[in-house]
């Protein structure tokens, strides 16, 4: 009896059952592709004007070669407007249009950005989920770049009899890494994927049902990023975009005064007095 049956075997009535012919394990391959990975990050700084920021770094064989970044302010007052701040900083991409789910519409902007400056065989890597169908279209258009586009939960909502998935599959999976072929929807499929030997947790990793595709291909590419020892399991280029897609309280106060100065719209606060506020 392998460790996956034993698991089952001593599992509560309303856990989650684990097939463990799923898993399969893997080895990290570091490739000459290039990996860009995207995160963003907003604020609301009056009532329904969002400062967003988006950002995407380009990392070949464990060396970041580029940043793309852009920021914004996003109004949903009346009409939908977008305030390209191009004139206070440097944005290597705009937003053409947005939604109400402003993480999603500003990472897809980047997205198609980078299909335009990624080769052949790279992938893009999002923080989050496929569950929004916003993405279908420009993951239509990365097959025909011939580009992979990946998207990488540190949490999930996903619940299956009550259970925690990740941690079941965690406790079940073997010590090496691994993948987990969890459930296939319409145009993506979820996996689960622990990383590295040595990381302490199991992710949610969605991966386009493209025809031909061996999913170990790109999860071994992945995983090759995932050695940092800040957080082993989890890619490197992840918490780099994080941390220059943070949006801190100063950005907001900041952009506060740009508002009123610059666009003419009301924040119901002082200029003078956020001034005040921002520490430099």
């Known amino acids: 009896m392998n460790f996956g049956d034993f698991a089952n075997s001593i599992r509560e009535p309303d856990q989650y059952y684990v097939d463990t012919s799923r898993f399969i394990e893997f080895k990290a391959f570091l490739s000459k592709k290039e990996l860009a990975f995207i995160d963003s990050g907003f604020q609301e700084i009056s009532e329904q004007v969002f400062f967003v ?36 900083i440097f ?19 980047a997205m198609i950005f980078l299909l335009k400056e990624l080769e052949s065989g790279s992938l893009i890597i999002r923080d989050g989920s496929f569950d929004n169908p916003i993405f279908n279209d420009v993951i239509s258009i990365s097959k025909q770049k011939g580009i992979l586009i990946l998207a990488l939960s540190k949490s999930t909502t996903i619940q299956d009899n009550n259970s925690n998935i990740t941690k079941v599959l965690y406790n079940s999976g073997s010590d090496t890494t691994w993948f987990y072929n969890y459930e296939k929807r319409e145009t993506y499929s979820i996996f689960f994927v622990r990383l590295h030997r040595l990381s302490k947790f199991s992710f949610r990793l969605d991966i386009p049902n493209f025809e031909g595709l061996d999913v170990r291909h790109p999860i071994e590419i992945l995983a090759s990023n995932c050695v940092d020892p800040v957080f082993l399991g989890y890619p490197y280029g992840l918490i780099d975009a ?6 801190s309280n100063e950005d907001a106060n900041f952009y506060k005064v740009i508002l009123e100065t610059q666009y003419n719209l009301d924040t119901n606060y002082s200029a003078h007095s956020i001034l005040d506020k921002i520490r430099f």
């Open 242 to 247: 994080d941390s220059f897609a943070r949006v």
């Open 91 to 109: 944005s290597d991409f705009i937003l053409e249009s947005i939604t109400e789910n402003i993480v999603e519409s500003s990472e897809k902007s």
């Open 53 to 88: 920021k988006v950002h995407a770094g380009v990392w070949k064989e464990n060396e970041k070669t580029k940043d793309y970044h852009a920021e914004f302010l996003i109004s949903f007052k009346k009409e939908k407007q977008i305030f390209n701040l191009q004139k206070n």
